[in-house]
């Protein structure tokens, strides 16, 4: 009987095209969630966020604050009511996400020197809306309020324009947004989406591929066709899965960096090599999973687990130094924590190589766990009571 790395993965291409779950886990499903994203931030901001306006002044400096606010991308004002009560009411039913009362009066305070305050209400379960909304009015009523403020002294004090606007803004400040200039939400969230829904696929496929040889009670021929190698049985099975996925790991970022247009900074041969290992890193993963729980069921459910939580603890919504000393721990259990640093630090931010050494280290780390679980592999492969568990 023919053995070898040859005879293992002739036998797996045969097993890939007859069982149409590979069709869907290796192809189908990991395109359209790399084309599903994409489209969904396609905008890149949500702009234009429903806002209700109570106007009791009603007059020439009002309406032009409102027009001013709403000149913002961030706000339109698509109910005007009566009372904040009202404005409640749409907030809780969530037709808007804030509502603006502009005293009555409002003008005539204004010039005599003795405004009324501006009140706004805003929810904030949606951050992204609540953050965009509120920081659009409170900019733009402060940079009316300078103005109107600088006219004052410029007609009374008979201060020149330079002398005004010091006294008005005495300390100025020059930002600068790095990185992400344009507050882009796809530079960030599609960096970490697109990867996340493609290591769930890989981790998924990997444990399928060798649970079904448990459950199927397949996994001695798979050992003895393999010249009883632990190596040359692995190597054989998981190389069609490796070259599919490091090949759509790579369409995926000709996607993030040609079509998306995320900042490209460095070097995209340190970026191919971390893609890469990222990919075996998470096959390696998987291989852990299923040998410490050699129930495909069991495996299947942990490894979904394991797979969901990258995303959360990768510091890419919650910065890393924010989180507690245990958490930060816990974070570098994940192979897309340290190539997500791989990937900011390098290709986004075009950084030194220095800088991501220790993600290399930790990839490395990840890829190599098989080889120390050897013996339990083999012996998964080889006796009788680890198989026919669903």
């Not at 949606?126 to 965009?132: I, K």
């Not at 829904?197 to 050992?223: D, Q, V």
Request: cysteine-free; overall charge positive; proline content about 4%.
């Amino acid at each position: 009987m023919a053995t070898g790395l040859k005879t293992v993965l002739k036998r797996e291409l045969n097993r890939i095209t007859s069982e149409s779950i590979y069709l869907w886990m290796l192809l189908i499903l990991p395109m359209f969630t790399f084309l599903l994203f994409p489209t969904m931030f396609s905008a890149g901001k949500a702009e234009g966020f429903s806002v209700a306006i109570v106007d009791h002044d009603n007059s020439p400096l009002s309406r032009k604050l409102i027009s001013w606010i709403e000149a913002t991308p961030e706000v339109h004002f698509s109910h005007k009511i009566n009372s904040l009560q009202e404005g409640k009411r749409l907030i809780e039913k969530g037709d808007v996400y804030a509502v603006l009362k502009i005293p009555k009066d409002l003008e005539k305070g204004v010039y005599s020197g003795l405004p009324n305050k501006l009140v706004l209400f805003y929810s904030n379960t949606n951050l992204s809306a609540g953050s965009g909304v509120s920081t659009s009015i409170i900019k733009t009523v402060k940079t009316m309020s300078a103005g109107i403020n600088m006219q004052k002294r410029m007609s009374k004090n008979k201060e020149m324009y330079t002398q005004a606007l010091h006294n008005v803004q005495p300390i100025r400040i020059d930002a600068h947004t790095l990185y992400n200039p344009y507050i882009n939400y796809s530079y960030y969230l599609v960096i970490g989406l697109l990867p996340v829904m493609l290591l769930m696929f890989i981790i998924s496929t990997t444990i399928y591929a060798i649970g079904s040889e448990l459950k199927n009670g397949t996994a001695l021929e798979w050992y003895e066709l393999s010249s009883k190698s632990i190596t040359v049985a692995l190597a054989g099975k998981l190389l069609p899965y490796t070259v599919i996925f490091i090949i759509e790991a790579y369409f995926m970022n000709f996607i993030l960096l040609g079509l998306i247009g995320v900042p490209k900074e460095g070097n995209l041969l340190v970026l191919f090599i971390a893609t890469t290992m990222f990919v075996i890193a998470y096959q390696a993963a998987a291989i852990f999973l299923i040998t410490i729980f050699p129930n495909m069921r069991m495996a299947l459910s942990l490894g979904a687990m394991y797979a969901s939580l990258a995303f959360s603890f990768a510091g890419l919504t919650f910065p890393e130094i924010g989180m507690n000393g245990f958490m930060q721990g816990f974070a570098q259990l994940f192979p897309f924590t340290h190539y997500l640093k791989i990937y900011i630090n390098v290709e986004m931010k075009g950084l030194d190589l220095y800088y991501t050494i220790s993600p290399f280290i930790y990839l490395g780390i990840f890829i190599i766990t098989p080889i120390v679980l050897g013996p339990r592999i083999r012996a998964i492969m080889i006796k009788e009571k680890y198989w026919g568990h669903s």
